[in-house]
């Protein structure tokens, strides 16, 4: 864990608060971190998007992760796995490549009522996240980070212009920390949303 996780943290999750921004906290087994710990530490109304994909005991932690975000009252997304959140009763998380599926799945689920969101790194497909019904997309990567190594973030410029085009809300996610949301306040976003700020992983 990242000396100093807990201020850093406490930081993140006020400022959003100060700014009215929801907080979704993004879990990443390849990054490491402790959902059940991250969960813990989060503040009520706030967002969990469960994905740990390659976790061999996955359905379980994430049995008891959906108890604690109910005793929390936080709001559980299950990233990627239609069965998994229907069987949770939480909302649905696609991946930026499930969204462009469009699949009859995806259409019901939002008939019935299903809470849903879609990851975007680009325009197109925050224009689709929308015409899916998603309640809200999580645009990324803003700055340089450990979840996207080597990928080009969008910088503020264009992450701004992409925001205000964008036909439904924009969550903030790719190097969102107590000190970069600062620098997204100029842009019309609903939330911010991080990994490592949150799991006191880099």
């Known amino acids: 864990m990242v000396p100093g996780y807990g201020k850093a943290m406490a930081s993140l999750t006020d400022l959003a608060r100060r ?3 929801a907080l979704v906290a993004v879990t990443d087994d390849k990054r490491g971190g402790d959902p059940m710990a991250m969960a813990a530490r989060l503040p009520a109304g706030s967002t969990v998007i469960f994905r740990h994909y390659l976790a061999p005991n996955r359905a379980t932690l994430a049995l008891k992760l959906a108890v604690l975000c109910r005793e929390k009252r936080l709001k559980l997304m299950i990233a990627g796995d239609f069965a998994l959140a229907l069987k949770l009763r939480a909302g649905l998380h696609l991946p930026e490549g499930l969204a462009k599926q469009a699949s009859p799945r995806i259409r019901l689920w939002v008939r019935r009522g299903g809470r849903l969101t879609a990851a975007a790194h680009r325009r197109a497909a925050l224009s689709h996240a929308a015409r899916l019904g998603a309640k809200a997309a999580l645009l990324s990567p803003i700055f ?6 080597g990928t080009r973030p969008l910088g503020l410029p264009g992450f701004r212009r992409l925001v ?3 036909k439904l809300p924009v969550i903030a996610l790719g190097g969102v920390d107590a000190d970069s949301i600062l620098k997204l306040r100029s842009a019309p976003i609903a939330g911010v949303a991080a990994v490592g700020a949150l799991s006191g992983q880099k």
Do not use: G, M
Request: charged share 25%; net charge positive.
């Open 144 to 149: 340089a980070t450990a979840s996207h190594p």
């Open 164 to 166: 205000r085009e964008a």
């Open 19 to 21: 700014l009215k921004l």
